[in-house]
């Protein structure tokens, strides 16, 4: 991939993952559990990941919530936002480099560990541990749209060319 390409599909992975945040957020609440989502924007981080580099990954990531967060969101979106988003991604990134996982496998602990890290924010916000008896709730949809995003992941990534390797 050509550096003028990997920049073309930089700018074009921030543009779908913020469409796809706002188109998500068009959407009522899955199984009319606040909080639920399917996480349509792990899609592009999956990409990033797996045809990107690590830093790609995290800084298209990081953009993506920044800007979701300005337009759509406060401090208390971008806050939640930023850590499930980069938590998972870092877990993501180590997984896929450990070799040991598939595509939909990362993804769905990417789903809950993005959990994880909302919850721990709001017990910080909060002040509480008492949210954290959500966390089952949580876990259980990140385990299915982890799973859904990661079946849908595995496609796209089929589809796009591996970065070459410069050694």
Do not use: C
Request: positive net charge; without cysteine.
């Amino acid at each position: 991939m050509t550096r003028t390409q990997k920049t073309a599909l930089r700018g074009m992975l921030i543009a779908v993952a913020f469409v796809l945040s706002w188109l998500e957020a068009q959407l009522p609440p899955l199984a009319m559990v606040p909080g639920v989502k399917l996480g349509l924007t792990n899609l592009v981080v999956l990409v990033a990941i797996y045809r990107l580099s690590t830093m790609d990954a995290l800084v298209i990531n990081g953009i993506r919530i920044l800007l979701v967060a300005f337009t759509f969101g406060n401090m208390f979106s971008l806050l939640y936002s930023f850590a499930g988003g980069m938590l998972s991604t870092i877990v993501m990134l180590l997984l896929k480099r450990s070799g040991r996982f598939r595509l939909p496998v990362v993804s769905v602990a990417g789903g809950i560990v993005h959990n994880i890290g909302q919850i721990l924010v709001a017990m910080v916000v909060l002040e509480s541990t008492g949210v954290a008896y959500y966390l089952g709730v949580l876990w259980f949809s990140g385990m299915i749209a982890g799973a859904v995003v990661g079946m849908i992941g595995t496609g796209v990534v089929k589809r796009l060319p591996e970065e070459e390797q410069r050694g």
